[in-house]
């Protein structure tokens, strides 16, 4: 099946630092990457959708300044988490949707941010 | 409100035995609905797929049932295995590039 790959699996900054989360699609073009985030034990939130060569449309109650979100190119969308607190640690994951398919969409592995 | 439920949180099954996971949604207007299977700290696993104009979809081990006049899903897993303990996430969109729509999701213990 499609990979997609994010990087970093784990990090661990300070309050008040900014941290860039990096999601690519390996072996296929995704015009379409989707933010999403996970709490303990609770189902996955919609962050945002990132769309290749615009603005992202972000959910209701996710502020945009404080998740920037980037989609440079078909193979890559960036997930900056500016000024972290650390009620933003959490499980964020992003996931692409291959062009020549019909609706799968493939998640990466995920990245664990702790906000000390 | 939550279109897409997935009303057990957990079930356990003997190993060998069939694993049946439940679905059901609200939106009338999804036509295309997935099964995930998630293990700790991973993303999720795409497992199997069915669009709305079919009522059944098989691979392998698993099945996905789709009743739509009941607005309800189901995934079977046979022969279930121990490597099937995950937890398993109902997912459903609408025709074009929307976002899928999750359900909180069923945690399968099989049991050895």
């Known amino acids: 099946g499609a990979v997609v790959s994010q990087h970093p699996s784990r990090v661990i900054c300070k309050s008040g630092t900014s941290v860039k989360i990096e999601c690519r699609s390996l072996d296929f073009q995704a015009t379409t990457m989707f933010w999403y985030r996970q709490f303990p034990k609770q189902s996955l939130m919609l962050m945002a959708t990132?769309?290749?060569?615009?603005?992202?449309?972000?959910e209701q109650g996710v502020e945009k300044d404080k998740f920037l979100i980037n989609h440079a190119s078909l193979t890559l969308s960036t997930l900056t988490v500016t000024s972290a607190h650390p009620e933003d640690s959490s499980f964020y994951i992003c996931?692409?949707?291959?062009?020549?398919?019909?609706?799968?969409?493939?998640f990466g592995p995920g990245t664990r941010l702790t906000v000390t | 409100d939550q279109q897409v439920k997935q009303n057990s949180p957990s079930l356990s099954v003997q190993e060998g035995r069939i694993s049946i996971l439940n679905c059901d949604y609200t939106?009338?207007?999804?036509?295309?609905f997935l099964w995930y299977k998630k293990y700790p700290a991973e993303g999720p696993t795409f497992l199997i797929s069915?669009?709305?104009?079919?009522d059944k979809n098989e691979d392998g081990r698993f099945t996905v049932f789709l009743n739509k006049s009941a607005k309800h899903l189901s995934l079977h897993i046979v022969p279930s295995q121990p490597g099937d303990s995950a937890v398993y996430f109902c997912?459903?969109?609408?025709?074009?590039?929307?976002?899928?729509?999750f359900g909180k999701g069923t945690r399968l213990s099989v049991i050895a």
């Open positions: 939106n009338s207007m999804f036509d295309y």
């Open positions: 997912a459903a969109s609408v025709t074009g590039n929307t976002p899928l729509v």
């Open positions: 069915i669009s709305s104009i079919k």
């Open positions: 990132s769309n290749e060569g615009s603005k992202a449309t972000y």
């Open positions: 996931s692409a949707r291959d062009l020549t398919g019909p609706y799968e969409q493939y």
